[in-house]
């Protein structure tokens, strides 16, 4: 198993940026993939990055150019950057790990309200 925490979501005006972190219980090398999710009110889930164990990156298409995923193994924790960010951009971001196609593990995710 493996627990996640999200933080660093927040209120944030329209062009400026946020750090989210998600830290894991258990070392993110050892996870396959981790990544970061997205939902709006209404919408659906949707994907924003994600992040292997040797820590290879992608993202959702929408997303390139100013979100960026990367991680820190010391702390086991995965982290999404956000600059220039839109009204759009609110939602609830959650983070999951992967451990195998029928082992996923969600955190409860963390607020991002981008509004002047």
């Known amino acids: 198993q493996v627990q996640l925490v999200e933080s660093g979501g927040g209120l944030v005006q329209p062009g400026g940026s946020l750090r989210l972190s998600c830290a894991s219980s258990?070392?993110?090398?050892?996870?396959?993939?981790m990544a970061w999710y997205r939902q709006a009110p209404g919408a659906q889930r949707e994907l924003v990055a994600s992040?292997?164990?040797?820590?290879?990156?992608n993202y959702a298409d929408s997303m390139k150019g100013r979100f960026t995923i990367s991680r820190d193994v010391g702390k086991s924790t995965v982290y999404l950057q956000m600059n220039s960010l839109k009204p759009e951009d609110t939602a609830v971001y959650y983070c999951n790990a992967l451990l195998t196609p029928r082992q996923l593990y969600w955190g409860q995710g963390t607020q991002v309200t981008v509004s002047s």
């Open positions: 992040i292997t164990g040797l820590g290879s990156t």
């Open positions: 258990r070392s993110i090398t050892s996870i396959p993939s």
